[in-house]
């Protein structure tokens, strides 16, 4: 099927390399390269100017001759001050010919300026959320959001959301198995933990400016089984509870509260996901106090339990063992035989380094404010099929 991805001057190059990675390497492990054809489409002839001072040769242009389209996407340009009209003039003729279309990132302006989006619900970089809202006021911005399937449209947050886009639709045409074993030989989540959502208690703890909240934050990050009422946040803070909540929630745009929930869901999710931890002691351990206050406030907050949690998003590293696993064989299907067919290269290398474990966990451990880097080892490829 042929995925072109739209690429503006300027374009963000994560959003035309990220998706297009995903794509190829599912291609590679179904042993098809036509699987997913993808070309990169420019606004003018000639080389593509990205960010990073990279530079795309596109396969096309807006101005060629029309050809079927599988799935459109369309890549976002950081600076997004104009936007030319013979763009939004191709995507409102060619945007209701595809199956599916979207946009990454800040892409998500070149579709609402074609008059593609007008009631939808859609998101995009949270720091872009607000002058979409302002620019598009018959959109529905929900800034807190990876990404959002509206139908046939797809729009994406910032940047690296556009491969987690790439891994659902890599699901949704050819099954959960070659999602996850792309997921896994990109060191990435077939989903990503917390509900898919951008907010990360750790981030929100490090972007404070009042030294009081910022440590009252650390101080939650750190003591997630203590008691983290407003009140004895606002005493260790030295602020009325009153000042302490008003402050926070200026600073962040969130309240006292919903900062330690979101902090304890942070730490829970990493345990179930990365450890074999009985659910009661992951409760106490997070401060949650028992399994069925963890269960509310995972309901409420992520819209799943628990258990459920820890099924679907199961590390492939647990209990901190970067042995190799075995790949579970695929189930009964179309799409799950053709990939037992053709798939020959091993889901994992023959030894991970020490340097991957917790690279899963999408976060850093509680009370670490500092960024951790790790390097991925893939398979082997003794040949390389051109790609598609």
């Not at 959001?145 to 910032?158: E, N, W, Y």
């Not at 931890?277 to 409420?300: D, E, H, I, K």
Request: hydrophobic fraction near 40%; aromatic fraction near 8%.
């Amino acid at each position: 099927m042929r995925v072109v991805i739209l690429a503006p001057p300027g374009v963000q190059s994560l959003d035309v390399v990220g998706p297009a990675e995903v794509f190829w390497e599912a291609a590679r492990r179904l042993g098809d390269p036509n699987a997913y054809e993808v070309q990169i489409m420019g606004t003018t002839a000639g080389t593509v100017c990205g960010t990073g001072n990279l530079r795309f040769l596109a396969d096309t242009t807006i101005y060629g001759p029309d050809e079927p389209i599988d799935t459109l996407l369309v890549g976002g340009d950081p600076s997004f001050d104009e936007i030319d009209p013979a763009v939004t003039a191709w995507l409102s003729r060619r945007a209701p010919t595809v199956r599916r279309y979207g946009s990454v990132c800040t892409g998500v302006f070149f579709l609402a300026a074609a008059g593609l989006l007008d009631g939808r619900r859609v998101t995009t970089h949270w720091e872009c959320a607000d002058k979409l809202r302002s620019d598009f006021p018959n959109l529905i911005v929900d800034d807190n959001q990876i990404f959002i399937r509206d139908g046939a449209l797809c729009t994406t947050a910032g940047v690296s959301a556009g491969m987690d886009l790439a891994l659902a639709l890599v699901e949704e045409d050819f099954g959960r198995e070659l999602a996850l074993i792309v997921a896994r030989y990109m060191v990435m989540f077939l989903k990503r933990p917390g509900g898919q959502s951008q907010f990360s208690a750790h981030l929100a703890a490090q972007m404070s400016t009042k030294s009081q909240i910022q440590e009252a934050q650390e101080y939650v990050l750190e003591n997630l089984s203590k008691d983290l009422s407003v009140d004895a946040l606002a005493l260790r803070a030295g602020m009325s509870t009153r000042n302490f909540s008003r402050v926070f929630r200026r600073e962040l745009k969130y309240t006292p509260a919903a900062f330690v929930d979101a902090a304890r869901i942070d730490a829970a999710r990493r345990m179930l996901a990365d450890t074999k931890t009985p659910l009661q002691r992951v409760a106490r351990a997070c401060g949650f106090g028992t399994v069925n206050s963890m269960r509310r406030v995972f309901v409420r907050n992520l819209g799943v339990s628990p258990h459920d949690y820890r099924k679907s998003f199961r590390s492939a590293y647990s209990d901190l063992d970067v042995t190799p696993k075995t790949p579970r064989r695929p189930h009964a299907g179309e799409a799950a035989k053709a990939f037992q067919g053709k798939a020959k290269q091993p889901l994992w290398p023959e030894r991970a380094g020490a340097g991957q474990v917790g690279v899963l966990s999408g976060a850093l451990p509680s009370g670490a404010l500092r960024s951790v880097g790790a390097r991925s080892a893939g398979p082997s490829l003794r040949s390389k099929p051109s790609r598609p």
